[in-house]
């Protein structure tokens, strides 16, 4: 078990910029979720996705976000035009999908730490 | 509305002191409550968590929590703490397909 890995840990990248994050859940997982987390907040829930469809987004996810998880294994999280209100952690999770979601545990990756200059 | 309150933004204790840090919950329907831990620049790893039965539950790393439904809590507790538990902690209450966090406490040691 290798646990959820994230790439890159870090991105600099200049205002209006596109940027885009991988995420690779954990093997036998079939729910993938994003977060976004500012400083001095707690993780905030962007989207989810059970195997390929993406099931859920939040209000937070305006429409310079998408989120993709073309063959239900990794997924991609892109960043249309970026804005300085962007930079955060991005932390992606990954559960077993074996229950009806609330009493699931999520595992986390290491987060993708984003600054828009 | 669904919410969790970590009362205390940052909390100091002295190596080898007990720790609590504290945890409220709203949330309509039956709670499952999750604790985390997030190192600097890190993700998050779990604690442990509460889904039901016994209300005290053990976790990693020595910690336990008590679930209070009375008081809507879920405090996390460690008997002694050692230096290498300074690190920002999570509540979080799982929603259908996400959770929904504390804004967290952060938790130094002093040697």
């Known amino acids: 078990d290798t646990g959820v890995s994230q790439d890159p840990r870090h991105k600099i990248t200049k205002r209006g910029q596109n940027v885009t994050f991988r995420c690779d859940p954990i093997s036998e997982h079939n729910r993938l979720y994003w977060y976004r987390q500012t400083l001095g907040q707690g993780p905030e829930f962007l989207t989810y996705?059970?195997?390929?469809?993406?099931?859920?987004k939040s209000r937070l996810l305006s429409d310079r976000f998408s989120a993709e998880r073309p063959k239900g294994s990794f997924s991609t999280l892109e960043i249309q035009r970026t804005e300085q209100g962007d930079s955060a952690m991005y932390l992606c999770?990954?559960?077993?999908?074996?229950?009806?979601?609330?009493?699931?545990?999520?595992?986390f990756g290491p987060g993708t730490r984003l600054l828009v200059l | 509305a669904q919410s969790v309150t970590q009362p205390d933004i940052h909390i100091t204790v002295s190596e080898g002191a007990s720790l609590e840090l504290r945890c409220n919950y709203s949330?309509?329907?039956?709670?499952?409550l999750f604790w985390y831990v997030q190192s600097p620049g890190q993700g998050l790893q779990l604690l442990l968590k509460?889904?039901?039965?016994?209300?005290l539950v053990q976790g990693i790393k020595g910690f336990e929590a008590e679930f209070k439904r009375s008081q809507s809590s879920f405090n996390l507790r460690k008997p002694s703490v050692h230096w290498s538990d300074a690190a920002e902690y999570f509540c979080?209450?799982?929603?259908?397909?996400?959770?929904?966090f504390g804004t967290g406490t952060r938790l130094k040691v002093l040697a």
């Open positions: 996705f059970q195997n390929e469809a993406q099931l859920e």
């Open positions: 949330y309509g329907a039956t709670p499952y």
């Open positions: 509460y889904f039901s039965g016994d209300t």
């Open positions: 979080a209450v799982g929603a259908p397909y996400k959770y929904i």
């Open positions: 999770a990954s559960s077993s999908g074996t229950s009806g979601g609330e009493k699931e545990t999520q595992y």
